[in-house]
């Protein structure tokens, strides 16, 4: 098998097959300050919202894994409509993913909104993420939006609007 690795890397043009943005890891934000308001439990909405905000995709993604971790015993103030606008203008869709895994763990009131746009996201594994998220609020799973998901065309998407439904 090693033997076929030179002929392998000729057809490629003499080195390995770009990947794809989409398909490469986000780097781990191993920062000790996020790491510290994580393990609080006590966190405030005013302590973690510039972490999302930061350029790099890694520290936004850390972020929200933070937020998802502390889940319910953040204290949003009341800024529910700014942490709905900072998953909006959220367009890596590596870290739309850990928005979805996220917003349903916390107490957000507008968590299902941004879950309900993500269904139309361009990006089928967010859109299945949405899906999973939606079921994890409780209640009444927005049955209609999660129908119409079962004729996406990513698999993914199909398979979690059914589980939620």
């Not at 097959?17 to 006590?42: H, K, M, N, T, W």
Request: glycine content about 6%; aromatic content about 4%; hydrophobic content about 50%.
């Amino acid at each position: 098998p090693l033997a076929l690795a030179p002929l392998v890397l000729a057809a490629c043009g003499g080195g390995p097959p770009e990947v794809p943005l989409a398909f490469q890891p986000l780097p781990i934000c191993a920062e000790p300050a996020l790491r510290a308001l994580e393990e609080r439990r006590d966190a405030r909405f005013a302590e973690w919202a510039p972490w999302a905000a930061r350029e790099n995709a890694g520290d936004r993604a850390a972020a929200w894994r933070a937020l998802a971790r502390m889940g319910r015993t953040v204290d949003l103030e009341g800024r529910d409509a700014e942490l709905l606008a900072l998953a909006r203008s959220e367009r890596d869709p590596r870290v739309a993913i850990e928005i979805a895994f996220a917003l349903p763990r916390t107490r957000c009131t507008t968590a299902e909104t941004w879950l309900l746009e993500a269904l139309r996201h361009e990006d089928g594994r967010v859109r299945a993420g949405a899906a999973r998220g939606l079921a994890l609020l409780g209640g009444a799973p927005p049955w209609q939006a999660l129908l119409a998901q079962l004729s996406d065309e990513h698999p993914l998407a199909r398979a979690d609007a059914a589980t939620a439904l």
